[in-house]
Nanobody
Framework: QVQLVESGGGLVQPGDSVRLSCVSS???????MRWYREVPGKLRELVAG???????NYADSVKGRFTISRDNAKNTIELQIDSLKPEDTAVYFC?????????WGRGTQVTVSS
């Protein structure tokens, strides 16, 4: 089993930035890691992914504002979100694909409101 624990969410104002973190209980060195977000009543949406070699990809809707990064030594990935919009309000989930399977964190809530 792998535990993924997200942190960094909260209530923020439009235009602010937030940095989400996800710590893995297992090495992420060879794993593709992703961030998803979910809004009630909608499908969970992939927003960013990063491979073991550090190459990243983003959903078109967040390009230019979201930055995913990884620190293999700390078994951590992060998601920097800039210029937050009310529509970024969601629960953000960390996802990792490991040799033993795919695992999810429990999510961290980001609420963008003035």
């Amino acid at each position: 089993q792998v535990q993924l624990v997200e942190s960094g969410g909260g209530l923020v104002q439009p235009g602010d930035s937030v940095r989400l973190s996800c710590v893995s209980s297992r090495t992420i060195l060879f794993s593709t890691m992703r961030w998803y977000r979910e809004v009630p009543g909608k499908l969970r949406e992939l927003v960013a992914g990063i491979k073991g070699d550090g190459s990243a990809n983003y959903a078109d809707s967040v390009k230019g504002r979201f930055t995913i990064s990884r620190d293999n030594a700390k078994n951590t990935i992060e998601l920097q979100i800039d210029s937050l919009k009310p529509e970024d309000t969601a629960v953000y989930f960390c996802n990792g694909v490991f040799a033993i399977g795919e695992f999810w964190g429990r999510g961290t809530q980001v609420t963008v409101s003035s």
